[in-house]
């Protein structure tokens, strides 16, 4: 017998005599889907029926969650059945779905201390505005981090220290000041987070994030130029997208008013992916290429998709607190310009950030778009139209 089935023989009889989970258990759950994997099922049909779900609802969770079993299979072997007792396997779907459902009190919890807050499954983040005289805000929040802590605790979980951040952005002369209140939190401080895989800095100046997808752009760019002899121009443009814009366009909205300097690095990437693809020499102009392959230069993307996101809130298609941001235009005397979809453009002080910010950047770009492209009848029209106006503008 090798050493490979002896191996298999002897877990097999470990998973017989229970002593070996089907799943790595955690002591201390850092607040993930997998901790409902060592959650008792009575407990979250009860967290389910203070939903007010009940009938054929309720009958469908408890189907998943009660009266289950299972067994470990490895090539011709099997264990026993044992029955399961806490919940669905860890990476089912329907783990996420149950997470977020025993998570919902915790928002009621955050709640009481009016602080803003928002949830992406496991990853929870707290928001509030401070001024370096007011600490009414940082007393909030150590007293929610407080409550927080101690709800965990109520309901079996605990409060990862080191995946637990605070992030401060603003002038960096009041950053400093703002520090000094928030080492009573014992937490961590960092200059840059993630959020969403978007890297933000404490300047908002974005550089982090675009360092990170041109490092990670020329590494893809670098492997896929050494099988492009082996591949079709259209083949070749599908692992283009996949690898390379898909991660330039992602989030791309965020770096609109940004300096060009900023973005420049993102426009190498593009220009050395579209030589790569056409096989065009490096001294080559790079207009025409981009051009002949219908890509729009990287200002011109983001633009694209702001402009996208603008109809969308318009025409109820975006989060509500998208489309609060935008107000339509409307004169307070019959003019020409009334009803064609002009929106608001809010006055600034600052034209660094204030014309960068979304309120007045977005309401600008929509103003200058023809007036048939703003009335566009549906979101597909006008994704048609939008494609060749900035074309025409970037290649003219």
Not at 20 to 37: A, C, G, K, M
Not at 137 to 154: Q, S, T, Y
Request: proline share 6%; hydrophobic share 40%.
């Amino acid at each position: 017998m090798t050493l490979d089935r002896r191996y298999r023989h002897h877990y097999i009889r470990m998973l017989d005599r229970r002593c070996v989970l089907p799943y790595p258990e955690r002591p201390h759950s850092p607040l993930t889907p997998s901790f409902l994997s060592l959650l008792p099922s009575g407990r979250r049909l009860r967290n389910i029926t203070s939903l007010g779900l009940s009938g054929t609802v309720l009958k469908w969770f408890e189907s998943y969650l009660m009266e289950r079993s299972f067994m470990v299979s490895m090539d011709t072997h099997f264990s026993g059945v044992h029955e399961i007792n806490c919940g669905v396997p860890q990476g089912s779907i329907l783990g996420p779905l149950l997470f977020n459902i025993y998570m919902l009190p915790l928002g009621n919890v955050i709640r009481t201390h009016n602080i803003s807050f928002h949830s992406y499954a496991d990853d929870t983040q707290l928001d509030i505005a401070m001024s370096p005289d007011d600490t009414r805000p940082i007393e909030a929040l150590f007293n929610c981090i407080l409550d927080v802590k101690l709800w965990m605790a109520n309901n079996f979980l605990q409060l990862n220290q080191d995946k637990t951040e605070i992030f401060v952005s603003g002038p960096e002369a009041k950053r400093e000041k703002q520090f000094l209140k928030l080492q009573e939190l014992s937490l961590s401080h960092s200059e840059a987070v993630r959020n969403l895989g978007v890297i933000f800095d404490s300047k908002l100046t974005l550089i982090p994030h675009i360092k990170q997808v041109v490092k990670t752009g020329f590494y893809h760019l670098k492997n896929l130029a050494r099988v492009r002899p082996l591949l079709s121009l259209a083949n070749m443009e599908m692992l283009m997208h996949a690898f390379i814009m898909r991660k330039v366009d992602y989030c791309n909205a965020l770096l609109a008013g940004l300096p060009k300097t900023n973005i420049r690095n993102l426009q190498l990437l593009q220009n050395s992916a579209a030589r790569i693809l056409t096989k065009t020499r490096r001294r080559a102009h790079i207009t025409p290429i981009l051009k002949s392959l219908h890509w729009l230069p990287i200002c011109f993307r983001i633009d694209f998709k702001i402009l996208l996101t603008i109809f969308k809130c318009l025409n109820g298609l975006a989060p509500s607190y998208l489309s609060d941001l935008l107000v339509r235009y409307e004169p307070s005397r019959p003019l020409r310009s009334s009803g064609t979809g002009l929106l608001t453009i809010p006055t600034v002080k600052t034209k660094t950030y204030g014309e960068a910010a979304s309120q007045h950047y977005g309401p600008r770009l929509w103003n200058s778009l023809p007036e048939d492209l703003r009335a566009a009848e549906s979101i597909n029209a006008f994704k048609k139209r939008l494609k060749t106006h900035p074309f025409n503008l970037a290649f003219s």
